[in-house]
């Protein structure tokens, strides 16, 4: 199974900060990594596909790069809304895998 | 409006059974592959299986350790998609999420839209 690696697990960021989290796999998944978010109580949604490709209505402030173990989801201005977790997966095999999740919090 | 609304879920006892159905409405069923997804209270995110689309003969996979104990189907005149449980164990517990897939840019399949999941509990 192709391991994701989330980092870090959590983090402090102010309204306005670029935020950066990163995913690590354990083997090359090529461009399949998407991200998802998701809010206290509520079901995730899906950000980003084919590791920089937005999924409809989800506003520019996020970008996705990467390719082969390595990835970004990055956050230009974070903004009130944007606090929650967010998880990595890769669609490159069966099983289909998750990162463990990077909480994003006030500070 | 692309929907999915799951139900079924509740509290079952160890050992027991239990059927999640998710109606699908707003996009054509067997066109998308569609997945199950669940996650343990205060836990991340477990991919448990998928059924693909009609052009792939709607097979299905599995995360290995579910394997003979969880099995997923559709219902085409329904426009439903079930996930049924079998031999539960505690550590089942969880919100159950059943997610549409469809294809990235590289037409791989990812999943693109979520329904609110229901909550299953298996308790003595």
């Known amino acids: 199974d192709i391991q994701m690696t989330q980092s870090p697990s959590s983090l402090s960021a102010s309204v306005g900060d670029r935020v950066t989290i990163t995913c690590r796999a354990s083997?090359?998944?090529?461009?399949?990594l998407a991200w998802f978010q998701q809010k206290p109580g509520e079901a995730p949604k899906s950000l980003i596909s084919?590791?920089?490709s937005l999924q409809s209505g989800v506003p520019s402030k996020f970008s996705g790069s990467g390719s082969g173990t390595e990835f970004t989801l990055t956050i230009s201005s974070l903004q009130p809304e944007d606090f929650a977790t967010y998880y990595c997966q890769q669609y490159d095999s069966y099983p289909l895998t998750f990162g463990g999740g990077t909480k994003v919090e006030i500070k | 409006e692309v929907q999915l609304v799951e139900s079924g879920g509740g509290l079952v006892q160890p050992g027991g059974s239990l059927r999640l159905s998710c109606a699908a409405s707003?996009?054509?069923?067997?066109?998308?592959?569609m997945d199950w997804v669940r996650q343990a209270p205060g836990k991340g995110l477990e991919w448990v299986g998928r059924?693909?689309?009609?052009?792939?003969?709607?097979?299905?996979e599995y995360t290995a350790s579910l394997k003979g104990r969880f099995s997923i189907s559709r219902d085409h005149s329904k426009n439903s998609l079930y996930l049924e449980m079998n031999s539960l164990k505690t550590e089942d517990t969880a919100v159950y999420y059943c997610v549409r897939a469809t294809p990235d840019r590289f037409y791989f399949y990812v999943m693109d839209v979520w329904g609110q999941g229901t909550t299953v509990t298996v308790s003595s």
């Open positions: 059924s693909t689309n009609k052009d792939n003969s709607y097979t299905t």
């Open positions: 084919a590791t920089s």
């Open positions: 083997q090359g998944i090529r461009n399949y």
């Open positions: 707003g996009f054509t069923f067997s066109d998308h592959y």
